[in-house]
């Protein structure tokens, strides 16, 4: 009885089926094929466990910001930081070389409003920056800062704030009486300069939506891709707790 032949494959034949092996393994997670290069050895395909592909980056938004548009601001002039925020619907904004403010569209400068800016600093590096402008960033005795906040964003550094505004500084912020602010001055180093590009929001001490509002958008504020981090906001105004108290 003779022996039957011993078919040998070539190695582009044995190649295209390590191939077809693989087409069909990978879609179970198995990958990882060794081909011996020993004359007529024989095929060796190890399985092992895959992570499969990647999921899908999601995008989640604050449910806060749900009645807000983002704005990408790129500064001309002196300052080529990046930066985003979100503005709330219904609001007008203005940009200029260097800075970017917003109202509402009926609204007048006496009323809530935005302001951004950015300059170039005196500090040597960003913390020295943000330190600088704590110090400097209220100046009238009555002012209180009842929320605050300051650490890392990526190389820079930021001081996010909730204060209610003394007298004067209420008049420069064009406001009657009664006005708080929400903000946060952001210290970035770009190409060997700190740059300071500050957001803040004015608004009547007893508007709790627009409180809200600008406390949403003051914490989801991007500087060069970087985020920043918010205190835990004050529900009111420093003068109205002392009210109750009185009343109590």
């Given at each position: 009885?003779?022996?039957?032949?011993?078919?040998v494959w070539s190695r582009p034949v044995r190649a295209a089926a390590v191939a077809a092996l693989i087409i069909a393994v990978s879609g179970c997670g198995l990958v990882g094929v060794r081909l011996s290069d020993e004359a007529g050895a024989p095929l060796r395909v190890d399985a092992q466990p895959t992570m499969g592909p990647e999921p899908e980056p999601t995008q989640t938004q604050d449910p806060a910001l749900a009645d807000q548009t983002l704005e990408h601001l790129r500064f001309s002039g002196s300052c080529p930081a990046r930066a985003t925020i979100h503005v709330p619907q219904g609001w007008t904004g203005n940009a200029a070389a260097t800075s970017?403010?917003?109202?509402?569209?009926?609204?007048?400068?006496?009323?809530?409003?935005?302001?951004?800016?950015?300059?170039?600093?005196?500090?040597?590096?960003?913390?020295?920056?943000?330190?600088?402008?704590?110090?400097?960033?209220?100046?009238?005795?009555?002012?209180?800062?009842?929320?605050?906040?300051?650490?890392?964003?990526?190389p820079g550094y930021f001081w996010t704030f909730q204060a209610d505004l003394g007298a004067d500084e209420?008049?420069?912020?064009?406001?009657?009486s009664g006005m708080s602010a929400i903000g946060s001055n952001v210290a970035y180093p770009i190409a060997g300069k700190v740059y300071e590009i500050r957001f803040v929001y004015y608004f009547s001490t007893g508007d709790s939506a627009t409180r809200d509002l600008a406390a949403?958008?003051?914490e989801n504020i991007t500087v060069e891709g970087a985020s920043i981090g918010?205190?835990?906001?004050s529900d009111g105004s420093t003068a109205a707790d002392d009210a109750s108290d009185d009343d109590g």
């Open positions: 009885m003779s022996t039957p032949p011993v078919r970017f403010n917003a109202l509402p569209a009926e609204g007048g400068l006496d009323g809530p409003r935005l302001s951004v800016s950015c300059s170039d600093t005196y500090g040597s590096s960003a913390s020295d920056a943000v330190a600088g402008s704590q110090r400097y960033q209220f100046t009238d005795p009555d002012t209180t800062v009842v929320a605050e906040h300051t650490g890392q964003a990526g209420t008049l420069g912020a064009n406001g009657e949403a958008s003051i918010a205190p835990t906001w």
